[in-house]
């Protein structure tokens, strides 16, 4: 008979575990029905659930809104260094796990609290502040129409692959300053690298040695991106840091853009609230990107904190080294702060798509800038979208962080494109800052954004 070494008893998690009543987030359930196990989490253990990741490793997953909130603001109590979880200190851990790159610590902001967090996180702030965000826009409309010429003349399009997951590395490389022929590599490389393929390891090679090049190239010519604005910057990062940190953005906004896009495109062509909103004229693009933030965010489950010491969490006895998950969607979907989930929630953005606190997602009104008006751009482009599928045959690849749309096949009438542009491969510069332009009024944006929405559905 085999037998298996009891783990430490001062563990809750560990004893649940040998008891074998566990959720496996990994596992089919999850995969296929995130929210459904959320809520049998939720009503089992409350706020903050034991479960299990990566085969048997215990984790606890937080489920309220206040709880996360409370977890992302605290680094003295939930740290984010990786270096603090007991089961990679005690051996619990396959060196081969698949949570790897989230556990291994590297001297970026995302893995450090404290003054070492907020000078890297200074860096990447301040320098992404640089960008103008009408200048970004316009180069979004580019590359978006450069997607849509593409499709235009046939009819069909499955949305997924020809534009949510093209448009964000097309836009990002060139935010970042990667050479202008590395464009469309890298969207398949990171693409790969997020699936977990069989050349995963290859892809993750190529980007980092295409980052390698770009940060010895921009130290010798500066230029206007973002790779030059770490280098200059006052914080004085080292190279390494440097290419760190232009490997977490390009990376996590590529993913968390794609997904928003996608999600918002899907929500547009299947979700009634949505038709009904339209025809009282009471939402506009910005808005449904709101919705489907609180809805359907991009990233599920953020790994992770970590306890410094022995605490409470929604009456759970957190013991210090335990691993913690931001259970974003779960949050989002509180019934403390959201009784009824069929209610609209425009113009609030307490969700928590991009979490909160020190570590808060640097980027996202970069990409909602992206998603915004590359949506704009394809709706306007192709008004009469229709869903080619039944909704339920649409499907989903699963991970423990999030849930990426396969395909979005779509009918449309077909268009001629009336003047050649050139590819997304071929190359551009960054916008220029434009000059100051006065405000444009509220009311008018709009009525301007909610013109498009208009015609895809017909409403004059």
Known sequence: MTTHPTPPPECPAHAARAQGGLYRLHGPEAQADP????????????AVAPVLVSGDLPAWLVLGHRENLDVARTPSRFARDPRG??????????????????????PVCNFTDGPVQERLRGAVVESLERFDKRGIRRYVTRFANQLVDR?????????????SDQLPMLVMTQLVGAPDEHGPRLVNAARDMLQGTETALQSDRYVTQTLEQLVVERKAKPAHDLASWLIEHPAALTDTEVLMHLRVVLIAAYETTANLIANTLRTVLTDPRFRASLSGGQMTLPDALEQVLWDDPPINTVIGRWATGDTELAGQQIKAGDMLLLGLAAGNADPQIRPDRSVSVFGNRSHLAFSSGAHEC????IGRAIADTGIEVLLDRLPDLQLAVGASELQWRGTLMSRHLLSLPVRFTPRSVSSAQPGPEQAYEVPPVPPQQPAVPAAARSRRRAGWWRRLFGLR
């Open 362 to 365: 640097p980027g996202q009104d």
């Open 85 to 106: 979880w007991r089961d990679m200190r005690e051996g619990r851990v396959p060196a081969d796990t698949p949570l790897g790159p989230m556990v291994s610590w590297v």
């Open 35 to 46: 929210l459904g196990l959320y809520e049998k989490l939720r009503a089992e253990y409350g």
């Open 151 to 163: 499709i235009a003349g046939d009819g069909y399009a499955d949305l997924v692959s020809a534009f």
